[in-house]
């Protein structure tokens, strides 16, 4: 199982940027995937998730309303797209999906991808 994330960098607040995570090595259309950060010093934190079809969607309370996670089966890669970034969205972004046995954990981390929000 891989994860590659991609499409971070450094933005204003204020600013748009779109995340993407190609994931291979498991049944990518009927796993459900969620998007995880985390900043320095501080636990890893659930953003976003998605159903293997893509209609039901999940959001933590400090990101809703700004950020969308979509999906394309056909590419198996999940994206977030995040608006109206604020300083403490500063994290390091990854994609994940838990295992369908016992005890059901998220696989391995990627490398993550960086966003920095900042003036």
């Known amino acids: 199982v891989q994860f590659v994330e991609s499409g971070g960098g450094l933005v204003q607040p204020g600013g748009s940027l779109k995340l993407s995570c190609a994931a291979s090595?498991?049944?990518?259309?009927?796993?459900?995937m969620s998007w995880h950060r985390q900043a320095a010093g501080k636990e890893r934190e659930l953003v976003a998730t998605?159903?293997?079809?893509?209609?039901?969607?999940n959001y933590v309370d400090s990101v809703k309303g700004r950020f969308t996670i979509s999906r394309d089966n056909a590419k198996n890669t999940v994206y977030l797209q995040m608006n109206a970034l604020k300083p403490e969205d500063t994290a390091v972004y990854y994609c994940?999906?838990?295992?369908?046995?016992?005890?059901?954990?998220?696989?391995?981390w990627g490398q993550g991808t960086q966003v920095t929000v900042s003036s």
């Open positions: 090595g498991f049944s990518f259309s009927t796993s459900a």
């Open positions: 998605i159903g293997g079809g893509g209609s039901s969607t």
């Open positions: 994940n999906t838990r295992k369908k046995t016992f005890p059901y954990t998220n696989y391995p």
